[in-house]
């Protein structure tokens, strides 16, 4: 067990639809970052939050978003679906705001199927 | 701009044999931090490694070795003696000094064989 909780395991929903994935960093940790894994795009950085404020921005679609909240956990809210969304959704956290030395802690993913 | 290269798709050996992954990197900055993850078949990725640009040490860890060579922007990972628990795929990330993001490779497969 990493530390890094991620909820729920599995989700499958309809094109179109809205969906939030929820992530309980590891304690101590003030950063959460988002990853999305796909076959074809491998994975790809999201989104950082530090502290409740978002810290840097990857790849992640207008139809994304994110938030951290103040007891530091973290939702990432995706709309509109699209069968390309489909993909599994990482989470991680770290103690630090921003160093290229951090290492992250990731969770176990949510994974999303849409159908 | 920053990107990572793993040339090996998948690997298969037989148990005990040693196997090397391939990593090659590309970036401008002087200051930059290369990782090495695990994501087994339960899913979640497990940190193995971080090694800074300044330190060209090759690193040894029970069963597990990694090369790091500026000159030829590598940084393989090398399993000895391989046994059928390492079978997972295997990450190679970047990320530049205050850069917020891991810049992963595509990640090699390696399935070991008993």
């Known amino acids: 067990d990493s530390g890094v909780t991620q909820t729920p395991k599995h989700l499958i929903t309809a094109t179109g639809q809205r969906v939030t994935l929820r992530c309980s960093p590891r304690s101590g940790d003030l950063s959460v970052y988002w990853y999305q894994q796909s076959l074809d795009q491998g994975l790809q950085f999201l989104i950082q939050?530090?502290?409740?404020?978002?810290?840097a921005k990857g790849n992640i679609l207008e139809r994304f978003s994110a938030q951290q909240f103040p007891d530091l956990h973290s939702e990432l809210n995706l709309s509109s679906l699209e069968l390309g969304d489909s993909a599994l959704y990482f989470c991680?956290?770290?103690?630090?705001?921003?160093?290229?030395?951090?290492?992250?802690?990731f969770g176990a993913g949510s994974r999303l199927t849409v159908l | 701009a920053q990107k990572v290269t793993q040339a090996q798709t998948e690997i298969s050996v037989v148990e005990k044999e040693d196997v090397t992954l391939d990593c090659v990197y590309e970036?401008?900055?002087?200051?930059?931090?290369l990782f090495w993850y695990k994501q087994p078949p339960s899913g979640e990725l497990v940190f193995l490694i971080r090694?800074?640009?300044?330190?060209?040490q090759n690193e040894i860890s029970g069963r597990y070795s990694w090369n790091f060579q500026k000159s030829t922007s590598s940084f393989n990972f090398t399993i000895t003696a391989s046994q059928v628990v390492d079978s997972a795929v295997y990450f190679c990330a970047l990320s530049n000094q205050g850069a917020q993001k891991l810049v992963f490779g595509q990640g090699t497969r390696l399935t070991i064989n008993p």
């Open positions: 970036t401008r900055d002087t200051t930059y931090y």
């Open positions: 991680a956290s770290s103690p630090r705001q921003s160093s290229g030395a951090n290492v992250l802690t």
């Open positions: 090694r800074n640009s300044f330190d060209e």
């Open positions: 939050y530090y502290n409740g404020e978002e810290r």
